[in-house]
Nanobody, 126 residues
């Protein structure tokens, strides 16, 4: 089992920044591909960003490219999501997820992830 706990959400104005963090425990963190997803009310959960086990590969949803950055620290068992130039449409609950796979793999779909956190709310006011 892997336990994931997100933090760093909150209320921010349009154009502002937030840094989300996800702390993992329970298994060897570097064995897992990590991802961030989000879900707005009435919508399906959608992919935001993913990072490979070593941190050498990343991938982003088109709607966050150039604004969000995913990073991980395998020594601290954390994965972060730096969010800049936030827009009202970024308002959602953000979830951290962990999935098993080989060292160079990254995942963009929810089905590939085995463990999920409870999420942290991000609200961007206009």
């Amino acid at each position: 089992q892997v336990q994931l706990v997100e933090s760093g959400g909150g209320l921010v104005q349009t154009g502002g920044s937030l840094r989300l963090s996800c702390a993992a425990s329970g298994r060897t963190f570097s064995d897992y591909i990590m991802g961030w997803f989000r879900q707005a009310p009435g919508k399906e959960r959608e992919f935001v960003a993913t990072i490979s086990r070593s941190g050498g590969r990343t991938s982003y949803a088109d709607f966050v490219k150039g604004r969000f950055t995913i990073s991980r620290d395998n020594a601290k068992n954390t994965v972060d999501l730096q969010m800049n130039s936030l827009k009202p449409e970024d308002t959602a609950r953000y979830y951290c997820a962990a999935g098993q796979g080989s060292i160079i793999v990254i995942y963009r779909t929810t089905a590939r992830y085995d463990y999920w956190g409870q999420g942290t709310q991000v609200t961007v006011s206009s």
